[in-house]
């Protein structure tokens, strides 16, 4: 009897994460800030920015499982080292997270043995000027935003800020996020102690 | 001939007379909170350890064309480290001879020459200056080397590691390196062609002293509680195959791993021994990266008995080898601590990637990078930046003025536990402080000595 080929759980081992999906992140995040395939009908666009607003909000409020939620099951959460983000088969991210590895992420900082999150930060985002685009496929946009992190830890509030790009599908009536990119304006200086979920 | 001029009186003695009793500062077991943050210290420690010592600066892959720049840091001294047209490295003091003005503002580039965007001075990349805008306006000739840009007078490199320092006495790098040059090859030689070559890096600050990193970087006692949500982590699902340094946890002292301290302020911590030695051995450790099971598998089909040697490039080598006061290789990373001021350091995490040397299969090449810089994400993501934490707090701690003492005497005083060779190479359980008290017996010397400095121009 043939048993149907169980796709393995990606939140256990990583296949997905291979050539083919490396060359199509570098495709897909190169050259799609394109005047010519804006969306411009504000509604659409409403509908991002409540997506991303979401997002933001989730993370505030530490609310992981969901935030997660809001993610394909093989997702990439991708924080360059680069202004131009290069290659990330021959260039160190800050962060190149699978599905496995944000799942330990949320994990090491619920051991209560993190210290760098002991106690967890405060923070508080605000996404503004989003925009979005179309891609070759119907399914899919990509979605440009700007954020700024206050990020409260110790005695001291800290800054992060950059711009988002995110890789977004259709999922039944909405979106889920494929894609992160996420842009420190400073990626390739020392950054103080990143340990938060950007 | 090249001009040198020597540089007078360290600040480590003032009217000639000491500005510390150091003896007292550092004792045999313990040390006094000032040397953490005391800025008179600091000050002298930037003449005496980040000038008086060689002290890591760059990778030769960082420059590798002629003409190829990079912009670093000697102590706080903002230099270019550049590749002249005649392949000659020199570390160049980013700085006008004018009016002191930063030279060259980019981080990395190639340029033949660097002009001030002040007056508009411009210096070849070997130092010289190679004009002045309307030079009838001087007296003097504009030829004097005076008018050169500064540099340090010695950088050598080891296998592609640059090295500098100013003191005119230092031994030849080789030399300096010692014992744990040997090491240092077993390192490179890990990979094909002896070679690595940098790729980017993750990229911290913390708050906190310099030497508070480099007295972390053969630690092995600080892993198992420092590291713990790491250790968790990466074995949540390992169940009986424990992943990472998940062989820390139970009595580290009784494994098969130690430290050893090798001279100079050297030493590394050698956690090879706790391994299976078979190819696979170290690709068996690793903990759960992205894309593993995927590469695994496309690699025992590709290679059949090979696979697992090649996996094993993608592995963390499980050494820690430091090189007093600045420079660490661990795992597959180049560490280097860089001084910002008393209480502020940046950590910088290199990765480094494998070279293909013709003998490993051409397509294994991309595909082992793209799992090596996997693999190295993984310790500072969820490693490093509880480390960084926790050296905040300790110069938190030092605050508390009365409490003066820092403790190192973890395995002092117990007998046959630290073990003397004839080399004069010191032994230790992984978990003993030994490597500290040694390496603080160094920067006392450094900090005693009065280093014949110099800086030079071209003539």
Known sequence: MNAPAQKPDPSRTSHYVNDALYRALIENFSDWQDDARAVTDLAVRDEFRRLLEREARLLDQLRYDDWLAMYTPECVYWVPSTPQAGDPRREISVMFDDRRRLEDRIYRMRTGFAWSQAPASRTVRLITNVEAFATARDDTRMLRSNFLVSEFWGDETRVLTGWAGHRVTRDGAGWKIEAKQVNLIDCDQSIRNPSIIL | MTALEKINAPPTRLGGTALYDWDRLVQEDRAHRLIYTDPAIFEAEMTNIFGGTWTYLAHESEIPNDNDFITRRLGLRPLIVVRDGNGKIRALYNRCTHRGTTLCRWDKGNSKSFQCPYHGWNFLNTGKLRGVPWPDGYAEDMRDPKYNIAQVPRVESYRGFIFATLNMDALPLVEHLGPIAKVIDEWLDRNPGGKVVVCEANRFRYKGNWKLAYDNSCDGYHVAYSHRSLL??????????????????????????????????????????????????????????????????????????????????????????????????????????????????????????????????????????????????????????????????????????????????????????????????????????????????????????????????EP
Request: charged share 25%.
């Open chain 2, 232 to 457: 968790e982590t990466e074995n949540r699902f390992a169940g009986e195959n424990a992943k990472g340094m998940a062989y820390y946890r139970n009595s580290p002292d009784t494994q098969p791993m130690y430290m050893r301290y090798t001279g100079r302020g050297n030493h590394f911590k050698d956690k090879r021994p706790n391994l299976e030695q078979r190819p696979g051995g170290l690709w068996a450790l690793e903990s759960a990266h992205p894309g593993m099971e995927h590469y695994e598998a496309e690699f025992i089909r590709r290679y059949g008995d090979r696979a697992f040697a090649l996996l094993d490039l993608a592995g963390s080598e499980p050494v820690n080898i430091n090189v007093f006061p600045n420079f660490s290789l661990l795992g597959n990373h180049i560490q280097v601590f860089e001084p910002v001021g008393v209480e502020e350091t940046n950590a910088i995490w290199y990765g480094t990637m494998i070279v293909d040397d013709g003998k490993v299969p051409k397509d294994a090449v991309t595909d082992i990078n793209a799992l090596r810089m996997r693999t190295q994400e993984g310790f500072p993501n969820f490693g490093e930046v509880d480390d960084i934490a926790n050296f905040e707090q300790i110069q938190r701690g030092l605050m508390a003025l009365e409490d003066e003492w820092v403790y190192m005497n973890r395995g002092f005083g117990i007998p046959d536990r630290v073990k003397t060779d004839a080399d004069g190479t010191i032994t230790a359980p992984a978990t003993d402080e030994a490597f500290m008290r040694e390496h603080f017996k160094e920067w006392k010397r450094l900090m005693k000595a009065r280093p014949n400095l110099a800086i030079q121009r």
